[in-house]
């Protein structure tokens, strides 16, 4: 028996347009999940073949442009990147291939461990504890009360910095000999740490920076979800005797986990692929307690001009990213589906 | 008739064939005279050219100097040839030079690094100057050592323009303070003075006793590579086939490591106090007091400190030794594939000028590179006259195909021993295994 072709008819309950009548589809009222109008199965006419050719036409013609911009701009360096990876391309020299030398050159590389390390420690403790933070900052800054724009704005202030300028001016105030920090510190009575030159403290300052760029940026998002909670669900589960701990425990939260999803993978694949602040504030060090993949990846290519061996960093940081988000997103949409 | 026309549609065609090999060989010849010859002519008939100039680590009292007077003076005097003039930190300029110039984006003339011309010459990105250099008076007044630091393969493709020369800076108000009447000649007066200078507030260093120019570039590696030859070592010895080997964990290199970790383990120095680069070094900010270093730290103090700062002898590693410093060569090079390399030339010579090269480099507190300065009033006397003196005493830092990537390395090995999380052998077994490979490759 021939299977039914595929038609734009064949969705349950779909009715064609007044539009699509206007062109001579035929206008269903119903159809089942067969394909089957008013006991009869519908192939579709010659005018609904057109139209749908058309639509498809007219679909690629939206998305097109973007596609290929995506292309372009992501598929092709990717492409790219993974060429030189098996190459030994040195910046303005010639290429020559070897194989799956870089690859097997980064298991014995330690300073690409040891900054794999501080990559995945930066991103825990920034997104970990950055998320319960900005949860926080939105649950505290919803609903109505006096000065809430005023706080919100505080907040998000940092947002308008670039990572670069901030960057600059936190190494000033992290100055343990004239930073205003240590100075207020010490008029407390208290030894200011060397928050840049101390190999135990060095992460830790940079994630405290980083927090202070991103919190407001992460805190607007959520909000937003806080408050597209349906105060039905709410009212219902406080009449039911809900406490404040349960109604947000059981409510709000299962609410906001697409907003949750979002903030999590964005703020984590960012951070996996910080640079900026390590760049800046610290070059990787002291001790290499700040390399991050990035900054080697960064050095190996420029400084170095390894770029062959570069291309083979990046490219297992790239299949790292797609294993975390794909781990991610698939956490996220399971706990959607049970929704 | 057949025969005559054929003869004379002979001659006619050699008479061509000779005006073509003519026109041609006038051609070729001019063309030969080459790009300098083309990029003169075309000035010469009035057309504006532009180049523009990479001043690599340049302050800002150094960037207004050069906008309100060198390049409106140049342009005075070469009407046709304007020039565009922007600046990067020092930190970034090798990437940023090595970057532009495999992109064809390079500035025309550009201010380098003692360690950046093997790599930028090997990449095909210097002109070759030998011709300018061979045809230039001037050629014969520079420092010779440090003109020949510009060469790379026998081809001079850089010209030097200062030298940056380390000695001791100390601080004369601290000295008084503690009690001590002149300034440290070898390593052992050194390390005793800075323990007596050193100033601590609960438990934390607030003054370094010494500084060793930590830095977020490779400041720990020249460090390091002063005191390996304070002690008589070298980092690389050349083989008769030219090949390098790495020599830096020899004797002198676990004698000049020992002593540069002391100073960390003993509490004289602090790893806390890093020269940032957007900042006056430690000894210039009354953080330290004494440091090794070049007259830019004079240069870039505040008035109350600066007067306090003196600069003398490097040091010597013992009493019977003599003091050995180290000098950094910075050059001005053109890029390869400039379109413009008489109008470059120019402005590069221009620079030389006696004023202009004296002011240039006191601004930036490093010895100028032509030698008849040094009678000046400016250089033969006042702050920056020690560093002319130091000159005579310094060895020009040694120089690799891979000594960016060296120098990085050796920073963060160095790094690695001061912030005793690797024992001064293990530090100088990793040198061993980390940096030969480079010089071999």
Redesign the interface.
Known sequence: MRRPRKSFARSPGHVVSAAGKARGAPLLHASDSTGTVMGRRWRGTGAGKRSRAGSRFTSLGFVGPAMALLALLYVVPTVIDGVYSITNYQ???RAQFVGDANYAAIIHDSLFWQSAVNTLLFAVLTVGLGTLFSLGAALLLSGTFVGKGIYRFIIYLPQSISFASGA?IW?WLY????GPIDALLERLGI?GP?W????HLALISIVLMSWWRDIGFYMVVLIAAVEGVPYALVEAARVDGASRLRVLWHVTLPSIRPAMLFVVLTWGLGALQMFTQSYIM??G????STYTIVLKIY?DA????HLGYAASEAFVLLAVCMVIGFFAVRWFSRGLENQ | MKQRTTVRGMRRRSRHIAASLSVFGLVGATFSASQIAAASTRTSKGQNVTITFLNVGASPQVLAYFNQTVIPDFEKINPNITVDMSTVPW?ES??KL??S??AGTADDVFVMGNIMLP?LAS???LYPLTKFVKNWSMARDLNQPALKAGMWNGVQYAVPFNLDVRGLIYNKAMFKKAGITSPPSTWNEYRVDAAKLVQKS???I?VEGADWAID??VGLAQTFNLLLTEAGGQLFKQGPDGSATFTGNSAAGKKALNYLVSFYKSGISS????D?G?APP?IA?G?AAMEINNASALADASPSVGSQLQMTLPLKATSTSKPVGMEFVNKLGIYAKTKHPMAAWSFVSYLYTPSVLSKWDSLLGEAPTEMSLAKTPAWSSGPFHAELVNAKYAQVFPVELQS??ID?DLT?IV??AI?Q?ESVSAALAQMKTQISPLLKG
Do not use: C, M, R, W
């Open positions: 910046l303005g020299g600059v190494t100055n343990s000999q004239n030894n060397a840049l030159t101390d190999p610290t070059d060090g002291p001790v290499n050095t420029f400084q170095a001009l | 930190g090798f990437t090595q970057t110039i495999v790599t990449k095909h990105g609960g438990g934390q607030k977020n570039s790893t806390n106090f890093i940032v957007v430690p900010l953080e960016t990537v990085e963060s790094d690695a912030y999380k």
